[in-house]
């Protein structure tokens, strides 16, 4: 877990990166992360989650609410606990506080989802001459056969 200089030990924030469901942490992420705490003043724990294709959903899901659970056994309590997450990461913000509240857990103190993937509709569904302005067509393609058991997810809740 890092430290932001003048950071409160005993407040935490849970990171989750965005790219996609496959793409890991790179240096914007972290960059960002520990912006955020340093404004913050919390500690930061970005979580390295495991991704698609390689491990399908729910892993990335899995490990988000498993690295909550640490910080609780850390003896973080939940309202010193903020989660947020970008893009993808957003997402799983979301999906975490699900899963959390469904199973009973305490949920945290607060959450922020920046531009979170929220609309996993098919892409084949959207009006004609439709373009994602940030994913080419085959990457878009590609993306929807990640997100469905994901969207099935948010559906059913």
């Not at 849970?14 to 500690?43: D, E, N, S, T």
């Not at 294709?53 to 899901?61: D, I, R």
């Not at 988000?64 to 957003?90: E, R």
Request: aromatic fraction near 8%.
């Amino acid at each position: 877990m890092g430290f932001s200089q003048n950071s409160l030990t005993d407040q935490v924030l849970l990171y989750l990166h965005g790219g996609g469901f496959v793409f890991g942490l790179i240096p914007p992420h972290l960059q960002m992360g520990a912006y955020l705490a340093q404004k913050m003043g919390m500690r930061i724990l970005m979580v390295d989650y495991r991704l698609a294709p390689n491990f399908p959903f729910p892993a990335a899901l899995d490990d988000c609410v498993t690295a909550y659970l640490w910080l609780m056994k850390q003896g973080i309590l939940t309202q010193n606990i903020v989660v947020a997450g970008d893009s993808a990461g957003g997402n799983l913000t979301v999906t975490m506080l699900m899963k959390l509240r469904d199973s009973g857990n305490s949920l945290p103190a607060a959450a922020a989802c920046l531009s979170p993937v929220t609309d996993l509709t098919p892409k084949d569904n959207l009006r004609k001459g439709f373009k994602d302005p940030l994913l080419p067509p085959k990457a878009v393609k590609f993306s929807d056969t990640l997100t469905e058991p994901i969207n099935l997810l948010l559906l059913t809740k």
